[in-house]
């Protein structure tokens, strides 16, 4: 039986791994950081939307099941440097600080995932020049109990839970000036949620998003949407941030307020970014490696989106989950499966 290898260990790659063990075929994992769980476990996801379920109750149990299953060989810390032949008889080079080994594959699934948009590039919201504006995968690291605050929301500046907080929407999403006018799919639930975290732990702590719209179309969103305005409290603005300025030590944001069609200006101690998901260097390294398409924004071009959409434009090479755009878990998990089926078909032939 062939084996196949896929690059990349984040909830899709294991998803797909593990699947494809099942149904009895060789998996090699190559990932290129040194643990599992892509961006889930690299900025330690403590709740997840829009259950606000433990991260770990549902990334654990896919991880264990790549790390239990003695048909999948995984290479961590790696990287695939070269790749020749064609489907179903491919030649693969893994690189690692131990050496390189060449091997032979049937198929390759490609799940790279993402990147987290570089707000640095928004100089006028201050991320990097004003420390207590930080990011959403920040405030997921300070929300763990596990991370660097132990749990707790902490102004890096000195150390003291905010007050009143503020969350940008849509931060190098739809937005033309930096070349990403796609939506990143998960902004708006994340910070509904994250809002609510932090509504349940500070009940006199006041938390304001300003957005664009509210994109609420997943399972569970807009009850949650319902839940974070009526049991929470948390105050909506419709209205894009515009800028962030620093007076006397205190943050101050000015936006423009879209339904009554009027500036606001308001004094906060912390804020926070929903920055979007952009292609990753790893999806941009692996694409370039295999000889596949790209979109626009860097992000993989499937054979066909309607119809093959796990395929890429060669044969025998498929992608999956966030490579191909922003995604949430829930259908990465249902990405991996369905890549695997894809695979497992393709090899039967
Ligand atoms: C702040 C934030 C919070 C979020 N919270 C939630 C939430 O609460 N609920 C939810 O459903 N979704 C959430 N998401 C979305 C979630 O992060 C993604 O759905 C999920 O991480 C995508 O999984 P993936 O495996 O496709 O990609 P990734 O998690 O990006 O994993 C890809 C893996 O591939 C590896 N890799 C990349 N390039 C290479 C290469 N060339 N060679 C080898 N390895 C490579 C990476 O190191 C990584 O381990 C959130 C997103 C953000 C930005
Ligand atoms: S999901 Fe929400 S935050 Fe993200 S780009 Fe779309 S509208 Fe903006």
Redesign the pocket.
Request: hydrophobic share 35%; net charge negative; glycine share 10%.
């Given at each position: 039986m062939k084996t196949v290898l896929v690059?990349?260990?984040?909830?899709?790659?294991l998803k797909a791994s593990s699947e494809l063990a099942e149904m009895g075929y060789n998996v090699t994992l190559?990932?290129?950081?040194d643990y599992?769980?892509?961006?889930?476990a690299?900025?330690k996801?403590y709740?997840?939307?829009p259950d606000l379920r433990l991260?770990g109750e549902v990334i654990d149990p896919v991880i264990k099941a790549v790390e239990n299953n003695s048909n999948i060989k995984v290479y961590k810390h790696?990287?695939?440097a070269a790749v020749s032949g064609n489907a179903p008889e491919f030649k693969a080079k893994i690189k690692n600080s131990k050496g390189e080994s060449e091997e032979n594959f049937g198929a390759i699934v490609v799940?790279?995932?993402?990147e987290?948009f570089d707000p640095t590039v928004k100089q006028e919201y201050g991320y990097g020049r004003f420390k207590d504006v930080v990011t959403?995968?920040e405030v997921?690291e300070m929300l763990n109990p596990g991370g660097p605050t132990n749990g707790e929301l902490k102004r890096p500046s000195d150390g003291e839970t905010p007050k009143k907080i503020a969350i940008f929407q849509c931060v190098g999403s739809r937005d033309r000036q930096v070349g990403n006018p796609y939506c990143c799919r998960?902004g708006c639930?994340?910070s509904t949620?994250q809002a609510i975290e932090i509504k349940e732990k500070y009940p006199d702590s006041e938390v304001y998003v300003y957005y664009m719209d509210m994109r609420m179309f997943g399972r569970g969103w807009e009850e949650l949407y319902g839940k974070a305005m009526e049991e929470y409290e948390i105050i909506f603005t419709r209205g894009r941030g515009a800028e962030v300025t620093l007076k006397n030590q205190q943050l101050s944001l000015r936006a423009e307020e879209t339904i009554m069609d009027r500036p606001i200006q308001h004094s906060v101690d912390m804020i926070i970014l929903a920055?979007g998901?952009a292609a990753?260097e790893?999806?941009i390294?692996?694409a370039n490696v295999l000889g596949i398409k790209q979109n626009d924004y860097g992000f993989l071009e499937p054979k066909d989106d309607f119809v093959s959409p796990n395929e890429s434009s060669k044969p025998g090479i498929f992608i999956?989950?966030?490579?191909k755009g922003p995604?949430?878990?829930?259908?990465?998990i249902v990405e991996g499966a369905a890549v695997a089926a894809k695979v497992a078909s393709s090899l039967k032939n």
């Amino acid at each position: 039986m062939k084996t196949v290898l896929v690059i990349g260990g984040g909830v899709t790659g294991l998803k797909a791994s593990s699947e494809l063990a099942e149904m009895g075929y060789n998996v090699t994992l190559v990932e290129k950081e040194d643990y599992l769980g892509g961006q889930v476990a690299k900025h330690k996801y403590y709740k997840l939307a829009p259950d606000l379920r433990l991260a770990g109750e549902v990334i654990d149990p896919v991880i264990k099941a790549v790390e239990n299953n003695s048909n999948i060989k995984v290479y961590k810390h790696s990287h695939v440097a070269a790749v020749s032949g064609n489907a179903p008889e491919f030649k693969a080079k893994i690189k690692n600080s131990k050496g390189e080994s060449e091997e032979n594959f049937g198929a390759i699934v490609v799940a790279t995932g993402f990147e987290h948009f570089d707000p640095t590039v928004k100089q006028e919201y201050g991320y990097g020049r004003f420390k207590d504006v930080v990011t959403n995968a920040e405030v997921e690291e300070m929300l763990n109990p596990g991370g660097p605050t132990n749990g707790e929301l902490k102004r890096p500046s000195d150390g003291e839970t905010p007050k009143k907080i503020a969350i940008f929407q849509c931060v190098g999403s739809r937005d033309r000036q930096v070349g990403n006018p796609y939506c990143c799919r998960v902004g708006c639930v994340v910070s509904t949620k994250q809002a609510i975290e932090i509504k349940e732990k500070y009940p006199d702590s006041e938390v304001y998003v300003y957005y664009m719209d509210m994109r609420m179309f997943g399972r569970g969103w807009e009850e949650l949407y319902g839940k974070a305005m009526e049991e929470y409290e948390i105050i909506f603005t419709r209205g894009r941030g515009a800028e962030v300025t620093l007076k006397n030590q205190q943050l101050s944001l000015r936006a423009e307020e879209t339904i009554m069609d009027r500036p606001i200006q308001h004094s906060v101690d912390m804020i926070i970014l929903a920055a979007g998901m952009a292609a990753g260097e790893g999806t941009i390294e692996a694409a370039n490696v295999l000889g596949i398409k790209q979109n626009d924004y860097g992000f993989l071009e499937p054979k066909d989106d309607f119809v093959s959409p796990n395929e890429s434009s060669k044969p025998g090479i498929f992608i999956a989950g966030a490579d191909k755009g922003p995604m949430d878990i829930e259908n990465c998990i249902v990405e991996g499966a369905a890549v695997a089926a894809k695979v497992a078909s393709s090899l039967k032939n």
